[in-house]
């Protein structure tokens, strides 16, 4: 079956600009993630959603960064006022929902603010 | 709060040796560990999880991990290494009252033939 997708795969924007990022989860899957990758380091989290709302968005850094997940399934990660800091790979994934279910990761946005 | 540490930021082995990849954790309740794969320019992959059945997880290509709870350990083998085995592993944990994932740094593995 298809996996985790994301759009676009590359963005390159300048600084000041607003981008979204559109994340399309495994049918089924009830529980989505955000992380951010930035090189050589580990994936950070952002937000997890159950469902439509938001159980934790602990892990977003400011208030420029902000995701909706509005019918339960595809997620938009919206960042406003793009900064040179915040190129990262942005990674989604999805799984069942429990802690110790498996979480699918999809291949990531590269973002790049100039 | 948990985390994990992964000692070693790369790793090179000769192909057909053993691979090993350490991870160590941190958490006040039981955890679940993970391991994910990430080659080149593609999306993470699950290796193999602990959660909490038996110790000795066996996963994809080879690969298995012990979970030693009195060494707060969850190191990574595989006895007998593949040019295809290069790539960059991270060590992961969550727990019942934590869902997302606390990442390691990773560890960058390269074979040589």
């Known amino acids: 079956g298809a996996g985790v997708s994301q759009t676009p795969s590359n963005k390159v924007t300048e600084k000041g600009k607003y981008v979204e990022l559109r994340c399309d989860p495994i049918s089924g899957h009830t529980a989505l993630y955000w992380y951010r990758q930035s090189l050589g380091q580990g994936p950070e989290f952002l937000i997890y959603?159950?469902?439509?709302?938001?159980?934790?968005d602990s892990g977003l850094p400011n208030d420029r960064f902000f995701a909706v997940r509005p019918e339960g399934s595809v997620s938009t990660l919206k960042i406003q006022r793009t900064e040179r800091g915040d190129s990262a790979v942005y990674l989604c994934?999805?799984?069942?929902?429990?802690?110790?279910?498996?979480?699918?990761f999809g291949p990531g946005t590269r973002l790049l603010v100039l | 709060a948990q985390s994990v540490t992964q000692l070693g930021s790369h790793v090179s082995v000769s192909e057909g040796a053993l691979v090993l990849l350490r991870c160590n954790y941190s958490s006040s309740v039981p955890p679940y560990l993970f391991w994910y794969v990430q080659y080149p320019n593609q999306g993470l992959q699950l290796l193999l999880k602990?959660?909490?059945?038996?110790?000795l997880v066996k996963g994809i290509n080879g690969f298995e991990a012990e979970f030693k709870k009195s060494e707060t350990s969850f190191h990574l083998t595989k006895p007998s290494a593949h040019m295809s085995d290069a790539a960059e592993y991270f060590c992961?944990?969550?727990?019942?009252?934590?869902?997302?994932?606390?990442f390691g740094a990773g560890t960058t593995v390269t074979v040589r033939a």
């Open positions: 994934a999805s799984s069942f929902g429990g802690p110790q279910e498996t979480q699918y």
């Open positions: 602990y959660t909490s059945a038996a110790t």
């Open positions: 992961a944990v969550t727990s019942s009252n934590d869902y997302k994932l606390s």
């Open positions: 959603f159950q469902g439509t709302g938001a159980a934790d």
